[in-house]
């Protein structure tokens, strides 16, 4: 069992940087992929981008690749999201995602999920 709670989200413009927190909360962190999706209003979740368990393997949307980069500290028991160039098309809820798994692949099912994180870029 893990808990997660996002942080990092706010009101920026156009062209900026934030930086999305994970925090997770029990025990074998570094056994878990950890992802981010996100929800637009009126949208459906959609993959943002994961991680492996030692951070040497990621997958990113072609909408976000280039842009953001999704990292992990697993003494911290952290993943984070540095997004870049921020675009307005990029609002959106941002939620984290955790799955027990040795397996990476770019498709996964999550079986934890937090809270969510408002991301609102202005243009």
């Known amino acids: 069992q893990v808990q997660l709670v996002e942080s990092g989200g706010g009101l920026v413009q156009a062209g900026g940087s934030l930086?999305?927190?994970?925090?997770?909360?029990?025990?074998?962190?570094?056994?878990?992929?950890?992802?981010w999706f996100r929800q637009a209003p009126g949208k459906g979740r959609e993959f943002v981008a994961?991680?492996?368990?030692?951070?040497?393997?990621?997958y990113y949307a072609d909408s976000v690749k280039g842009r953001f980069t999704i990292s992990r500290d697993n003494g911290k028991n952290t993943v984070y999201l540095q997004m870049n160039s921020l675009k307005p098309e990029?609002?959106?809820?941002y939620y984290c995602a955790a799955e027990p798994s040795a397996i990476?692949?770019?498709?996964?099912?999550?079986?934890?999920?937090?809270?969510?994180?408002?991301?609102?870029?202005s243009s």
Not at 19 to 35: D, E, H, K, P, W
């Open 50 to 58: 994961n991680i492996n368990w030692s951070g040497s393997s990621t």
């Open 90 to 93: 990029d609002t959106a809820v």
């Open 19 to 35: 930086r999305l927190s994970c925090a997770a909360s029990g025990r074998s962190f570094n056994i878990y992929v950890m992802a």
């Open 104 to 121: 990476h692949r770019m498709t996964m099912t999550y079986d934890y999920w937090g809270q969510g994180t408002q991301v609102t870029v």
